[in-house]
């Protein structure tokens, strides 16, 4: 038998919320482990932003280039090397990953063990080494940071073709001839993008009547606009049915649309709706910790699980899925277990920002969420080729849109569908927790030309 290890705080995950939390601990003196089933980092510099924002940078490159002869320069023809492209997005994560591991490894009262966890009793936990063996450890406190995985879909004949997912696409050596992509969400449309920039011919296909479900109708519709006039053909109300590889190796992808049944045919295929959490791995029924009907862990106010002394953070806790919010939620629970502060996500505001390009920036509530609410509220509402700077760099396409609070004049939220949207957006965020009346921004006097001069004709949009 292996004589259990004891720790004050015990981190299931190295995500970018259960990293920064397990230093803090072990700073405070706190004996602290880290438990890590596959690679330090998290979804975040693995397989998430990091990855996907280098190949995207990549995407816009060929993009710029092949647009270069209308901003007066000439170029020769424009191919893409996969292998190059690959090699470039390891080299980051690489990098990123091995910053991660050696703060891990350097701090002291931190033991970071690289295996995989699973509840044996309410704070006890068996740990299968990756290189061999057990080790049972319990702990005062334990933190669920395991994160989610790319998910699959219902589709007849799926497990029998070669298939992507938002891992193993990022490893393609080669551009694909077409690729199909399954689910109109964030994932699937940055994908969808960045490949059609690399050179494949691209068909989306979203069963839903609109691309990104949690945006307003006419945010959406112009995504797809976009999405269009790129060569991407939208499929929307389309639902795939079954999925067959012919003796050539192509696949052809069988769906029902509001026109009748049809066949997509491609060389490859992506599967990118849904991300289950990890918590299948974990045998959460030993700890008797609650979980939702899709595995994702339940938490409070303060990330607090049913059970005492055990916490979740990140996206095993379902919500928003995205790094920033995993942080904080680090954050949150730094101040509440550290430092004897009252942190909570009850009042949270999430941002976040679509790495399509341009880019879609949003914050807080959309039109629709603020009316499902009974809010009343104004609207302001602007295209993009109404900013003199997106005209400057031929970057027009887009609009902006932001929803204020009739009563109190506080902007209660943005879509930004534009050039830098995310850090348009941003500065909008800041508005918003400072509380600021929507006629600051109308009467700022920005510097020109900026992008954030645009707020001066977005927010005069508002009527009195």
Known sequence: MNETQHYDAVIIGSGQGGNPLAKTFAAAGRKTAVIEREHVGGTCVNEGCTPTKTMIASARAAYIARRAAGYGVQTGPVSVDMSIVRRRKRDIVDKFRGGNEKGLENAENLDLIMGAARFTGTKELEVQLNGGGTLEISADQIFINAGARPGGVPVDGLGGVPSLDSTSVMELDEVPEHLIVLGGGYVGLEFAQMFRRFGSEVTIVQRGKQLLAREDADVAEAVADI?????????????????????NGRIHLTVNAPDGERTVEGSHILVAIGRPPN????????AGIEADKRGFVKVNERLETNVEGIYALGDVKGGPAFTHISYDDFRVLKTNLLDGGEASIAERITPYTVFMDPQLGRVGLNETEAEEQGRAVKVAKMPMTSVARALEYDESRGMMKAVI???????????????????????????????LHYTTLRDAPFAHPTLAESFNNLFAMVEE
């Open 227 to 247: 999405l269009r006039e790129d060569g991407i053909e939208v499929l929307l109300k389309t639902e795939a049915s079954s999925v067959e590889q012919d003796e």
């Open 279 to 286: 918590t299948d791995l974990l045998n959460l029924g030993a």
């Open 405 to 435: 609070d009739a009563e109190s004049g506080e902007v209660l939220g943005c879509a930004i569908l534009g050039m830098e949207g995310g850090e348009i957006m941003s500065m909008i965020h800041v508005a918003m927790l400072g509380k």
